[in-house]
């Protein structure tokens, strides 16, 4: 069983609209989450941590349910800029493990 | 600051070459990471060095490849008698590392994109 799983999409979204990502992890010691972003040909970049009471940045919301060991991500009014792979990554000990990915357009 | 950083940017080999492939980290980050990403495909783990030493190196697809690490700093991917399929983005990361409690975060070098003809 994979340690982080996430649905691949892609998602393809009008500008404007709402968003949601989800990510399961199986290690139930895992002790911090995050979410990444990606372009294309690019390195992986910090989008946000995941925190247990739930956090927003902007128009971007993170959710973690340790109960389930469900993460997710809300993204509010899609901007074109959006348009990236979003990563799940799991802490555990000093490993981290990703998710393979959600392709995410947003269309004009 | 400066971020972690890597090179060559890019490189070209033929098959059968060995390569090197450079990370410096963030300054004081004791944790460094080596991943592999295939065009198109997500990040494979290859190995993670805690300071000097590599308590994980499961994520080596090969003895072809090994890695090292000198001064708690630099780090080295070597791919030995390359392959076709060696082909990918070999990303670097750093941490601060084993600070038990403290909600670690990876930084991402741009990567070095190997070629193999």
């Known amino acids: 069983r994979k340690e982080v799983e996430q649905d691949p999409g892609p998602f393809n979204v009008p500008e404007g609209a709402t968003v949601a990502f989800n990510c399961t992890y199986s290690?139930?010691?895992?002790?911090?989450f995050f979410w990444y972003r990606q372009d294309c040909r690019k390195e992986p970049k910090l989008l946000m941590s995941?925190?247990?009471s739930g956090n927003e940045d902007g128009r971007f919301t993170a959710q973690l349910n340790r109960a389930s060991q469900y993460i997710s991500l809300l993204i509010r009014d899609s901007k074109l800029s959006d348009s990236a792979t979003y990563l799940c990554?799991?802490?555990?000990?000093?490993?981290?493990?990703f998710g393979t990915g959600t392709s995410l357009t947003v269309i004009p | 600051g400066a971020g972690v950083s890597q090179s060559p940017s890019n490189k070209v080999t033929e098959k059968g070459k060995d390569v090197e492939l450079r990370c410096d980290p963030i300054?004081?980050?004791?944790?460094l990471y080596w991943y592999r990403q295939r065009l198109g495909q997500g990040l494979e783990f290859l190995i993670y060095?805690?300071?000097?030493?590599?308590?994980?190196k499961s994520g080596l697809p090969s003895d072809r490849f090994s890695a090292e690490r000198t001064g708690e700093s630099v780090s080295t991917l070597t791919i030995q008698r390359t392959q076709q399929e060696d082909s990918a983005v070999y990303l670097c990361?750093?941490?601060?590392?084993?600070?038990?409690?403290?909600?670690?975060?990876?930084?991402f070098g741009p990567g070095t994109r190997l070629l193999v003809l």
């Open positions: 995941v925190y247990s």
């Open positions: 300054s004081g980050h004791t944790a």
């Open positions: 290690n139930s010691a895992s002790q911090s």
């Open positions: 990554v799991v802490n555990t000990g000093n490993q981290f493990y």
């Open positions: 060095f805690q300071g000097n030493s590599a308590p994980d």
């Open positions: 990361a750093s941490s601060l590392g084993g600070l038990a409690g403290f909600q670690e975060t990876q930084y």
